[in-house]
């Protein structure tokens, strides 16, 4: 399975989308994933923090190469400084610490003060005092004292604790210590010791 944060390496540039799939790397790129290209074409890698902390700097964390043959030109100690070098590039517009953002679709980690608002299909995963607002079928994973309110169809998952406010017929799961209000047609599902108000014609599926 391919693990946060996924890259092609190819001889001309590091390949890194949103996404972690190498499959979908490679479709998308339209290249054939067999012996031929794999051994001259391409190199799988994962460069992942060895904490989880992604907020962390991209240039300490430990790669991973998720193939066995090798093209002729890869050289692990260059070839993993470029892919360092393309990872840290990504995390500087997608991880978020602080001001105001709007993004419409891709990945993005919002930390400390960073205030977004997610659209689209845009997915966002929320730690520290992060606040998030959720529109349209983007999608919430909130940690921490993160803030979210959730609207449209928007789906998102409180963890620690983490508060929600849910809208229209957006969808939450909520769990360890999490606060959720839910309003209109929200789907709330509780857990652990969640805690949950729920108004007008909003449903509520609590265990534990």
């Known amino acids: ?25 490679l479709e998308e790129l339209k290249i054939p994933d067999d012996f031929a290209h794999a051994s001259k074409v391409f190199v ?58 709007e993004v419409h679709d891709g990945v993005w980690y919002a930390y400390d003060s ?31 004292s993160a803030t979210v309110w959730a609207y449209d169809s928007a789906t998102v998952t409180a963890c620690d604790s983490a508060t929600v406010k849910a809208c229209n017929s957006a969808t939450v799961t909520a769990c360890d210590s999490a606060t959720v209000t839910a309003y209109d047609s929200a789907t709330v599902t509780a857990y652990g010791s969640a805690t949950v108000w729920a108004h007008d014609s909003a449903t509520v599926t609590a265990y534990g």
């Open 114 to 144: 960073a205030a977004v608002k997610a659209c689209g299909s845009a997915t966002v995963t929320a730690y520290d005092s992060a606040t998030v607002w959720a529109c349209g079928s983007a999608t919430v994973t909130a940690y921490d």
């Open 1 to 25: 399975m391919c693990r946060f944060k996924s890259a092609l390496v190819l001889k001309d540039r590091v390949f890194v989308p949103d996404y972690d799939s190498h499959d979908r790397m």
């Open 44 to 101: 799988r890698v994962e460069l992942s923090p060895a904490d989880g902390d992604v907020a962390s700097d991209p240039m300490g964390w430990k790669i991973k190469i998720d193939q066995d043959i090798l093209p002729d030109w890869f050289v692990h100690a260059v070839d993993e400084q470029r892919v360092k070098v393309a990872i840290t590039e990504w995390c500087k517009v997608h991880v978020l610490r602080e001001g105001y953002h």
